[in-house]
């Protein structure tokens, strides 16, 4: 397996479980800097290493009445800010092609949304940044429907890419996870991140947003690094139920502590 470096981070092959992690939308500069400090905090507790994630600008939202985050300049500022003060890498979703280039000045990771995996101009004008590449595995795709995706990301001279699985729809509103494809991904070289908060998501399940069930993020994660996948991406918010966005689908920062001790354990039983 490829072996891709974040920073001082090694993902993949023999490496730690890394933690990909953070609220799902930027909501203030102080609440995102918060955010950040007590997740790194946790982490280090933990010995999991760790990449923020916050989106600056959620395009792909149900209702027009959603709220979207602050934008590109001022979501990336607070991003940076992240960056420079707490010393930890930071990912975040573009979502077109005009975003890439000041997003790429930024982001260590750029993350190519589930929506968006298919659209080939996208994704190699984010490849030709030579960036880590996260492409989020769309949820009406098989595993090996990635194949071509990565070849993408490839032909634009990239081969630093992560893939992140994010649940299959099983029906109307409803998702569901086939750990197969973690190996099944895997196979193709590269390192594989189960997106667990995400992938108990229900799309559209409220009506004009999504429903969640997050009394299921904590066995599927336990499960799939006992299955075998690099890292956890995980949305977390100090408190889920007020959250702007996606919040009956995000954890707390209580849970997420008492997650990360569990799948450190499993990861190292599985070695």
């Known amino acids: ?6 920073g001082s981070i090694k993902i993949g092959d023999d490496n730690p479980l890394v933690l ?12 995102a800097l918060e ?16 990449i923020f994630k916050s989106s600056y600008d959620k395009a792909n939202r149900l209702s027009i009445t959603s709220y979207r985050g602050p934008g590109l300049k001022k979501g990336l500022d ?27 000045k930024v982001l260590d990771v750029i993350q190519i949304p589930a929506f968006l995996c298919r659209q080939t101009d996208i994704v190699t004008a984010a490849a ?7 492409i989020k595995k769309g949820q009406f795709l098989a ?6 995706i990565i070849r993408k990301v490839e032909s634009a001279g990239n081969k630093n890419i992560i893939i992140t699985e994010r649940g299959f729809s099983f029906g109307y509103n409803n998702l569901v996870s086939d750990f197969r494809s973690l190996k ?13 908060t995400h992938s108990i998501q229900l799309p559209g399940g409220k009506g004009n947003t999504s429903g969640g069930q997050r009394d299921f993020v904590e ?53």
């Open 128 to 134: 030709k940044t030579g960036k880590v590449i996260n």
């Open 78 to 104: 607070v991003l940076n800010k992240i960056k420079q003060k707490i010393k930890i890498p930071v990912l975040s979703d573009i979502h077109c092609q005009k975003e890439i280039k000041d997003a790429s």
């Open 20 to 31: 990909i992690a953070g609220p799902c939308v930027i909501e203030s500069e102080s609440a």
């Open 184 to 196: 099944i991904i895997r196979d193709m070289g590269y390192p594989v991140i189960y997106d667990a």
């Open 143 to 148: 595993p090996w429907d990635i194949l071509p």
């Open 219 to 271: 066995g599927l994660s336990r499960a799939a690094v006992a299955f075998g996948c690099d890292g956890l991406f995980l949305e977390v918010h100090p408190s889920p139920d007020h959250a702007p966005c996606d919040g009956p689908n995000m954890i707390n920062y209580k849970m997420l502590e008492s997650l990360l001790k569990q799948v450190r354990k499993i990861k190292s039983a599985a070695e």
């Open 35 to 50: 955010s950040a400090k007590r997740l790194k905090e946790i982490a280090d507790r933990t010995g999991i290493p760790f």
């Open 1 to 6: 397996m490829r072996q891709i470096k974040v």
